[in-house]
């Protein structure tokens, strides 16, 4: 008995031990896992529903699975975004590639280069004060005071280039009000000022959900195509990095992959986590609008037809005197590698 016992508990011990060790071994892996990320650090343009594809992509682990951990700030302005990714305190930007243009025109020698695209026109709404979307035309914006985003920006440039148009004479007929910062344009017009206001969302449905103002158009579905949001990384950073910036790019193309695919209601549910103050409802609402206008790329590639319509709207705006060389300022390497 006794015998029997002492084996039995040896037995015991031993099997109690191998789990100890298994459990150790598999926590050893999983650390060794989470110690192989490499952290990106990325600056984006501005916190908005519109960038569905990439809150995806970092709530389904796509980037992880490319050993990527993201860091992610919100800029508030792509004029932010770029200084942030000048200065190094960002690997990568994403917002428009106005940017870069602005930047290599400015003589900088290591300056960003545009490497993979994720929406494809304007994500922003005309709102106005009156519920009239059906019967509103563009011609109602004569003589009207319009909060338009910050001057040299693609939003108030997408938007000059849409009223231009319509017909509208930029100096005659509207006042472009281009003195309010981007964030603080909603509150801006909920406080009283100006008659109509570009909106991105979820603020443009925010506003109309409390009655404040009403979603009129959409002014990326009326300006077409144009490479809109893309990421972007110094060209030193890029040189010096190729394998991580296909990775990123990999993880990417899975983000727009799925939204192409997935219903509003599932979407909704993987980037509700960056949208804690908005309902699922308000999500699902804001999302269906973008698959209505078509907002978000098949493929990271950026063309260079979007590229030159771009700059097309860049110099109808002012903003422009010569056109940047799309060799220079795009890399589709990666984006055409992407799987």
């Not at 892996?29 to 992509?57: H, M, N, W």
């Not at 009283?192 to 959900?209: C, I, Q, R, W």
């Amino acid at each position: 008995m006794n015998n029997n016992f002492r084996r039995d508990y040896i037995l015991k011990k031993l099997i109690a031990l191998a789990i100890s060790a298994l459990m150790c071994l598999t926590c050893f892996v999983g650390c060794g896992k989470s110690e192989d990320l490499t952290k990106v650090k990325v600056s984006e343009v501005a916190r908005s529903i519109f960038y569905a594809p990439q809150y995806a992509a970092i709530n389904k682990g796509y980037f992880k699975d490319e050993g990527i951990d993201i860091e992610l700030t919100t800029a508030q302005g792509a004029d932010k975004v770029t200084a942030a990714v000048l200065s190094g305190d960002s690997d990568i930007g994403f917002c428009g590639p106005e940017a870069t243009i602005y930047v290599q025109k400015g003589g900088e020698k290591d300056y960003p280069v545009n490497f993979a695209q994720i929406t494809k026109r304007d994500g922003s709404f005309l709102v106005g004060r009156k519920d009239n979307a059906k019967s509103f035309k563009y011609s109602d914006l004569k003589g009207k005071h319009i909060i338009a985003g910050r001057a040299g920006g693609v939003p108030e440039m997408t938007l000059e280039y849409v009223l231009k148009k319509n017909g509208l004479d930029l100096k005659k007929d509207v006042k472009m009000d281009t003195s309010i910062q981007f964030a603080a344009m909603a509150g801006t017009f909920v406080g009283g000022t100006g008659d109509y206001v570009a909106l991105f969302e979820p603020s443009a449905t925010e506003v109309e959900a409390n009655k404040q103002g009403y979603v009129l158009k959409s002014i990326g579905e009326e300006s077409g195509e144009v490479p809109y949001t893309v990421y972007n990384a110094k060209k030193s950073f890029i040189k010096d990095n190729p394998e991580l910036i296909q990775k990123f790019t990999n993880a990417v193309q899975k983000g727009l992959d799925y939204v192409q695919t997935a219903s509003s209601e599932e979407i909704a549910d993987q980037i509700k986590d960056f949208f804690p103050d908005n309902d699922k409802e308000t999500l699902v609402k804001v999302i269906d609008r973008y698959k209505d206008i078509d907002a978000w790329k098949d493929t990271p590639v950026l063309t260079k037809d979007s590229f030159d319509r771009l700059q097309d709207i860049m110099s109808e705006a002012g903003q422009l005197d010569k056109k940047a060389d799309y060799k220079d300022l795009v890399n589709t390497t990666f984006a055409e590698k992407a799987k």
